[in-house]
Nanobody, 123 residues
């Protein structure tokens, strides 16, 4: 029904930047909430950022606030995550997710998930 494919991950030195993209295919709606989550080895998956269908509401995890920026192309149902001032602690597999209803940070509320893209930050 809906497919989400992340891209843009890679290896970067601490202090560097990366931009992740999430491209949607299949049946999608411009009103979908879009979010980013990440999971480091041996740790639980955690919320990173989310943006409402209209783009008017944005949430960030405290750990990335001021460094990461989420944006979307509403018509194409594409979401981006600009990551600046990267730290080794940001190393994780980053997932794009979508839900049909309003914005939330809760993982269980998201309906669709991508396969993830690896971000590795060296010190």
């Amino acid at each position: 029904q809906v497919q989400l494919v992340e891209s843009g991950g890679g290896l970067v030195q601490a202090g560097g930047s990366l931009r992740l993209s999430c491209a949607a295919s299949g049946r999608t709606f411009s009103s979908y909430t879009m979010g980013w989550f990440r999971q480091a080895p041996g740790k639980e998956r955690e919320f990173v950022a989310a943006i409402s269908g209209s783009g008017a509401i944005i949430y960030y995890a405290d750990s990335v606030k001021g460094r990461f920026s989420i944006s979307r192309d509403k018509a194409k149902t594409t979401v981006y995550l600009q990551m600046n001032s990267l730290k080794p602690e940001d190393t994780a597999l980053y997932y794009c997710a979508a839900r049909t209803l309003g914005i939330t940070i809760l993982q269980t509320e998201y309906n669709y998930w991508g396969q993830g893209t690896q971000v590795t930050v060296s010190s």
